[in-house]
């Protein structure tokens, strides 16, 4: 469970993490069912020389213990010239503390043939799409409230 982000011991909330907020999410959540969505990082590398060219393979990582996912910005579906499409924003709360900034973002070194997506899968049989989000604005560590990372996250059509 958890990313790589060095925790320091000494400092009250970093001992806490891992087995007890982190601990207790992990635990309740999932069994009172009061999490809707799984959360994926996605890196996304394309064959070709850039974003859409070739075959794409991704390399997918789970966000655990499940974060929060709120609705934000209107969510909803705007029309375009193919059908609808889904257009707004939404927010992640409580993301573990245990990873990195780069865990979360991709670290802002990626190739031109490669893409950084946020993958929102549903947790509970409602058949549910996977629904895929990039990040509006970097990551922010709340160690006051959320005990966790909050993440905005934009609407983007998938395309592989």
């Known amino acids: 469970m958890g990313g790589a ?4 011991p000494d400092v009250l909330v970093d001992g806490l993490v891992e087995d007890v907020i982190d601990g207790l999410r992990e635990d309740l959540h999932p069994a ?6 799984r959360v994926f990082t996605v890196e996304r590398s394309w064959s070709g020389s850039m974003i859409g060219q070739g075959q ?4 997918v990582r789970e966000l655990r213990p499940q974060p929060r996912v709120l609705v934000w910005d209107g969510l909803r ?5 193919c059908g609808l499409d889904e257009a707004g924003e939404i927010k992640l709360t409580e993301v573990s503390i245990t990873y990195t900034q780069a865990e979360i973002d991709g670290g802002g070194a990626l190739r031109p043939n490669q893409e950084w997506l946020i993958r929102v899968s549903e947790a509970h049989g409602q058949a549910q799409r996977d629904r895929y989000y990039q990040h509006t604005r970097p990551p922010f560590v709340d ?5 966790g990372w909050i993440l905005w996250l934009r609407a983007v059509a998938e395309a592989g």
């Open 5 to 8: 982000a060095i925790l320091d």
């Open 32 to 37: 009172f069912g009061v999490r809707a969505y």
């Open 56 to 59: 794409a393979t991704d390399v």
């Open 77 to 81: 579906y705007s029309m375009e010239p």
């Open 143 to 147: 160690r006051e409230k959320d005990m």
